[in-house]
């Protein structure tokens, strides 16, 4: 899943050289896909961010594992 704003800060901090996910999140996303916390030129070194590897797959994943927990309450 695309990292939410404090994981993104968390990468940029340990200095993550390649960051791979598969599904882009739309609401909290910080990699392009609500916002883009990796645009600005003060980071040093920006990491290389490869998204929506098997997208679809992971999508479908995230939403199973999701509707499965509301059901569960």
Request: one cysteine or more; a negative charge.
């Amino acid at each position: 899943l695309e990292p939410c704003p404090m994981c993104a800060e968390a990468i940029i901090q340990t200095r993550v050289s390649t960051l791979v996910f598969g599904a882009y999140d739309q609401k909290s996303g910080a990699c392009g896909s609500a916002f883009n916390l990796f645009t600005d030129k003060r980071i040093y070194p920006l990491p290389e961010i490869i998204g929506g590897i098997e997208e679809e797959e992971c999508t479908r994943i995230l939403k199973d594992f999701f509707d499965n927990e509301r059901r569960k309450k």
